[in-house]
């Protein structure tokens, strides 16, 4: 009896309870990868992020006037605010060198402007152009190629903007034209 019991102790222990783990573990890590792809890329949308109320609540928000006290509808599709004014800038075109699959990028931007600090972002743009020129011609064509590369793009745009002319006077950088050829 000792015996019996010592030879199925020595037997090896069956591998379809660690098969089941590492297909689990397999699974969990994919499905994981996926939904950050999803929600990375903007196929899943998000509750949160953007800071945008939703259409429907944004329709029934109410502005009220200081001067008569009554209330006005928020503005639609985006209305900018009084004291705005944009400055446009003069299409670029960038040459992206000998590796890209698209020689050229060519770019056309506008800024969104506190309507004081107009007259010093229009004197300030050749420095401006000269910044954005500098910062494209570092990008890699790799990067430009990539669709979800825009948001970051445009953020570092509006930020090297803004480190010329004030963080106070540039509001927003909006691209009106985004093409590679």
Known sequence: MAEKEKNEREKPAKSGGKKG????????????????YGSYSGLVPLPFGAGQPPEKDRAQTAARDPASGKSTPAPEGGATPE???????????????EK???????????LEVATAKKQLVTMLIPRVMDVLNEYLRAVTPADIENPAMMGRLRAQLLHRVQLVTGADAVRDLLIVEFVLS
């Open 83 to 97: 004291g705005t004014a944009f400055v446009d800038l003069k299409p670029m075109v960038i040459s992206l060198g």
């Open 21 to 36: 783990l590492i297909i689990g573990l397999v699974l969990a890590i994919l499905l994981g990868a996926g939904g950050f």
């Open 100 to 110: 890209a699959a698209n020689n050229y990028l060519r770019l056309h931007a506008t």
